[in-house]
C-alpha cells in the first residue's frame, strides 16, 4: 500500500513538472508559427509578427484602417520609429493598431477593438491583423 502511494505521488510530481515544459514548448512553436503569418487571438484581440519593415508594415495598417473604413484618430511613434501605434474609430468601436520592429525585415503586430470598458471585438481584431498579414 506504501509503494503505490509513494508511486503516485512521484508520478503526479513528474507530470506536474512536465506539464509547464511542454507548455513552454507549445509557445515556442506558436512563436515560430507566428514568423510565418500566423494570427492569434489575445485578451483583448489579435496579433502577428508579418515580414515587412515598420514602414512598410505601417503603410499596409493604414491601408487597412481606409480599407474597413476605420476613422483616423491619433498616430504616435517612440524609439525613433521603432514603435507605432495608429488609433481610429468604427461604430461604436475604438481601434487601435500597434506596430513594434522586431528586425529589420519583421514587425510584430497588434490589433484590439474595444467597445466599452470591458468589452472588446476579437474578431474585428482578427480580420485587422490578418488583412495586414495577406497584404504583406
Known sequence: MMRTQAFLRHSVLLLGLALPVAGCAAAAAGAAAGAAGGVYLTTRGAESVVDGSIDQVATRAESVMKDLQ???????????????????????????????????????????????????????????????????
Request: charged share 30%; glycine share 10%.
Open 70 to 136: 476605420i476613422v483616423p484618430g491619433t498616430t504616435s511613434s517612440s524609439d525613433g520609429g521603432q514603435k507605432r501605434e495608429f488609433k481610429g474609430t468604427k461604430g461604436d468601436l475604438d481601434v487601435t493598431i500597434t506596430l513594434e520592429s522586431r528586425s529589420s525585415g519583421t514587425t510584430h503586430v497588434e490589433a484590439s477593438a474595444r467597445k466599452n470598458f470591458a468589452e472588446w471585438d476579437k474578431s474585428f481584431a482578427q480580420d485587422i491583423v490578418g488583412r495586414i498579414v495577406k497584404s504583406s
